[in-house]
Every structure is written in C-alpha cells, then in structure tokens.
T-cell receptor, first 110, second 117 residues
C-alpha cells in the first residue's frame, strides 16, 4: 500500500456546517478507505470506495474518488461536536500493508 | 461480534521489565496487525500475521516480539524497552484476500497506552 496525504492538516468549523477533507496519493489503487480516530482511541473504519467507483454515501458521509487526479475527498454534512476527531485516508494497492497519512484533525465547535 | 479487544488499557513499565500486550478478535479474521502510534502522528505498521504466520515485519527492533498462538489471539511481548517506545499500541484484524473476503477493511481495538520509565 502507499501513503495518502491529507489536506488540510487541521480544520475548525461550527456545528451544522459541512467539513471537507482531501486525500491525494501517488500510484494506482484498488480502493481507498477513510478512517476516524477519536483522541487516544482506536481507528474506526468509515467507508471504502473502490477504484471503479466515483462516489459513495454513508449517512452524513460522502466520499468521492477521482482516479485521474489520484485524489479523494470526504465530506461530512451537518457536522456535530461528536465528529471532532482525526480523519485518515488509506489508499490500498492490495496486500496487508497500510500506510496512513498524517491525517486531518477536525474540530467542530458547539 | 465485531469487536477487537486489547488488554491492558494502560501499562507502565521499567526498562528492565518484561510485559505482554494482548489482542483478541472473534470475527473469524485471519489477518492481524500491530501498529504503534505516537501523539499527533498516524499509526505506523509494525507487524502483520496472516493465517498465524508472520507476513510483515517492518524492521521492528527485537525488543518487540510478536506472537500469534491461534487465529483469535495476537500478543506483543515487550522486553528492555526504551522511553521512546512509549506510545499507543493498536491491534487490528481483517479478512485476508486469499480467504475471498474484502481483505482491506481493518477493525481496530481501542489500544494499549504504554509508558516506559
């Protein structure tokens, strides 16, 4: 696998606003996953998008994938204070090795 | 049961101690992982076991010794650690592709917070 690079590194928004974070990667992938980590806890898998998919939804989450630009975005709509966490993308080229990028730290103010 | 459990939650040890971290899952996953995470950094892969065999060792120092006694259990034995080894240690599991599963979604435990004095 390879490392994704998330952007921005940190994001602070008001509750109810939308949050968008981006991920770029370098080579062809089988799929790309997004994970969330609350402070000091384990990672939680949010969504997986395959290389032949362009958009995927799960509740308030929307993920897009542009393989031509080697980029993905995660949109969280109507954010809540409980969405405060670090978000990591994980591009996967197959196999077990997952290298997480530095992540985006999201802070949602109540 | 979609849970990965880790014990202990917190561990404080001296540099001469020997301790072990334990990870358990009952999802039938045949791939299990150890990650190390320092504060405000992403998790870094240490080891991967597939079908109870060590598949990946990311050049981890020998003071960390993994063990996979069966398909549900993963241990990390610690000996002669250094203060810089203090970190959150995360265990994860997934279904290997060879088993015909998705193979990519990893389920993480809550981690063990390790402090080396």
């Amino acid at each position: 696998s390879q490392q994704g690079e998330e952007d921005p590194q940190a994001l602070s928004i008001q509750e109810g606003e939308n949050a968008t974070m981006n991920c770029s990667y370098k080579t062809s992938i089988n799929n790309l996953q997004w994970y969330r980590q609350n402070s000091g806890r384990g990672l939680v898998h949010l969504i997986l998008i395959r290389s032949n998919e362009r958009e995927k939804h799960s509740g308030r989450l929307r993920v897009t994938l542009d393989t031509s630009k080697k980029s993905s975005s995660l949109l969280i709509t109507a954010s809540r204070a409980a969405d405060t966490a670090s978000y990591f993308c994980a591009p996967n080229t197959g196999g077990f090795k997952t290298i997480f990028g530095a992540g985006t730290r999201l802070f949602v103010k109540a | 049961d979609t849970e990965v459990t880790q014990t202990p939650k917190h561990l404080v040890m001296g540099m001469t101690n020997k301790k072990s971290l334990k990870c358990e899952q009952h999802m039938g996953h045949r791939a299990m992982y150890w990650y190390k995470q320092k504060a405000k950094k992403p998790p870094e892969l240490m080891f991967v076991y597939s079908y109870e065999k060590l598949s990946i060792n990311e050049s981890v120092p020998s003071r960390f010794s993994p063990e996979c006694p069966n398909s549900s259990l993963l241990n990390l034995h610690l000996h002669a650690l250094q203060p810089e080894d203090s970190a959150l240690y995360l265990c994860a599991s997934s279904t290997p592709r060879l088993a015909g599963g998705q193979g990519d979604t990893q389920y993480f435990g809550p981690g063990t917070r390790l402090t080396v004095l």
